[in-house]
């Protein structure tokens, strides 16, 4: 190799680390600021801000299109209100507001199958809206007070929603029902088995809020305010385990990406606890911002945590499980990362 060609290998090597230290352009870290009522658009490995997108009033979860050009923030209202903000990421713009009436208080969401599902906790519902039209195009209730989170399986059959003041977990399954008998009994000759959603609930504990489902949909993991660890099994629709954290305030939890612990954090005292998911072990324990909400990087191998009070996201890292970073938020919530090319500095 000759002097010029060395050169150049030399140059296009500081190139890419320069790169990486700055963040690959086809990316985004987006971080709600109920403070200002913006989404912060940052890098995601700086954290410089590139933008700041104004939102609704009360904006609390976000969530992204697989191809990166939209985001979706909720807007809860504490059940009052009916709005989802619909972001234009490669402008840097609010392009839109979805309007969910009759469904009150759009909180948790999740986007599944070109399907936005939503929480309606002002209702007691949840539904799903179609992205093209912003057209709500099924919902039902859960009869359940706080209807909060939600979680959709891949195959959009299966959902997981908690209900906060009832101390429940719904689990809404899509199966072949036959239609009610009627007073004569005798069956219709027309009448045939359709699919349906049926709801079982799962008592929890008073205040369970934050939840997730395991990589491989077998469990899903609840707290409550008392530091409770509540596992369900999702197979059988019942609670398998309890682990008693001792995490006064526990508010959020987490799979780690490759589903073997478990990250809870409190919003009353900041600590911040590490499950092992088959042991139930406690594997470690830390103390960092008062945390509202997780936000799992698996690229990044780090989980973000909203420390709504005390405004920042915290960064952790998953493999040491130490905090490496703080990054200054007025009142953070919602987290996410997109990725899409043409996302701007």
Not at 72 to 85: R, T, W
Not at 101 to 108: D, S
Not at 238 to 260: K, N, Q, Y
């Given at each position: 190799?000759?002097?010029?060609?060395?050169?150049?290998?030399?140059?296009?090597?500081?190139?890419?680390?320069?790169?990486?230290?700055?963040?690959?352009?086809?990316?985004?870290?987006?971080?709600?600021?109920?403070?200002?009522?913006?989404?912060?658009?940052?890098?995601?490995?700086?954290?410089?801000?590139?933008?700041?997108?104004?939102?609704?009033?009360?904006?609390?979860?976000?969530?992204?299109?697989?191809?990166?050009?939209?985001?979706?923030?909720?807007?809860?209202?504490?059940?009052?209100?009916?709005?989802?903000?619909?972001?234009?990421?490669?402008?840097?713009?609010?392009?839109?507001?979805?309007?969910?009436?009759?469904?009150?208080?759009?909180?948790?969401?999740?986007?599944?199958?070109?399907?936005?599902?939503?929480?309606?906790?002002?209702?007691?519902?949840?539904?799903?809206?179609?992205?093209?039209?912003?057209?709500?195009?099924?919902?039902?209730?859960?009869?359940?007070?706080?209807?909060?989170?939600?979680?959709?399986?891949?195959?959009?059959?299966?959902?997981?929603?908690?209900?906060?003041?009832?101390?429940?977990?719904?689990?809404?399954?899509?199966?072949?029902?036959?239609?009610?008998?009627?007073?004569?009994?005798?069956?219709?000759?027309?009448?045939?088995?359709?699919?349906?959603?049926?709801?079982?609930?799962?008592?929890?504990?008073?205040?369970a809020e934050g939840f997730d489902v395991s990589p491989d949909g077998r469990e899903l993991w609840t707290v409550t305010p008392t530091g409770a660890i509540v596992i369900v099994n999702t197979g059988l629709r019942a609670v398998t385990a309890t682990i008693e954290s001792g995490l006064e305030g526990a508010h959020r939890i987490r799979f780690t990406p490759d589903g073997l612990r478990a990250l809870v954090v409190s919003v009353k005292t900041g600590n911040v606890a590490f499950y092992d998911v088959r042991t139930h072990a406690l594997l470690k324990s830390l103390k960092t911002g008062r945390g509202a909400g997780i936000y799992m990087d698996a690229a990044g191998n780090r989980?973000?945590?909203?420390?709504?009070?005390?405004?920042?996201?915290?960064?952790?890292?998953?493999?040491?499980?130490?905090?490496?970073?703080?990054?200054?938020?007025?009142?953070?919530?919602?987290?996410?990362?997109?990725?899409?090319?043409?996302?701007?500095?």
């Amino acid at each position: 190799m000759n002097s010029k060609s060395s050169l150049v290998l030399v140059v296009a090597m500081l190139a890419m680390a320069v790169q990486a230290r700055a963040g690959t352009p086809d990316s985004a870290l987006l971080i709600i600021s109920k403070t200002d009522h913006v989404v912060e658009v940052r890098d995601p490995v700086s954290f410089a801000v590139r933008k700041r997108i104004p939102v609704g009033p009360d904006p609390h979860e976000i969530e992204v299109s697989a191809d990166g050009r939209s985001a979706y923030v909720s807007n809860p209202g504490y059940g009052a209100l009916h709005e989802i903000d619909v972001l234009d990421l490669p402008s840097g713009k609010r392009r839109v507001r979805f309007d969910t009436l009759p469904l009150l208080g759009p909180h948790g969401l999740a986007l599944v199958n070109n399907q936005l599902w939503f929480t309606a906790q002002g209702s007691k519902a949840i539904g799903w809206l179609d992205p093209q039209t912003g057209r709500v195009e099924w919902a039902m209730g859960t009869g359940q007070d706080t209807t909060h989170m939600i979680h959709v399986a891949p195959d959009g059959q299966h959902v997981y929603a908690t209900n906060v003041s009832s101390g429940t977990v719904s689990v809404l399954e899509q199966k072949l029902v036959m239609p009610a008998m009627p007073p004569t009994g005798v069956m219709p000759p027309a009448a045939k088995p359709r699919m349906d959603w049926v709801q079982t609930l799962v008592p929890v504990g008073q205040g369970a809020e934050g939840f997730d489902v395991s990589p491989d949909g077998r469990e899903l993991w609840t707290v409550t305010p008392t530091g409770a660890i509540v596992i369900v099994n999702t197979g059988l629709r019942a609670v398998t385990a309890t682990i008693e954290s001792g995490l006064e305030g526990a508010h959020r939890i987490r799979f780690t990406p490759d589903g073997l612990r478990a990250l809870v954090v409190s919003v009353k005292t900041g600590n911040v606890a590490f499950y092992d998911v088959r042991t139930h072990a406690l594997l470690k324990s830390l103390k960092t911002g008062r945390g509202a909400g997780i936000y799992m990087d698996a690229a990044g191998n780090r989980a973000l945590i909203s420390c709504t009070p005390d405004n920042f996201v915290a960064v952790l890292d998953l493999a040491t499980m130490q905090e490496t970073e703080r990054i200054p938020v007025g009142r953070p919530d919602g987290i996410a990362i997109a990725r899409f090319e043409t996302v701007q500095r």
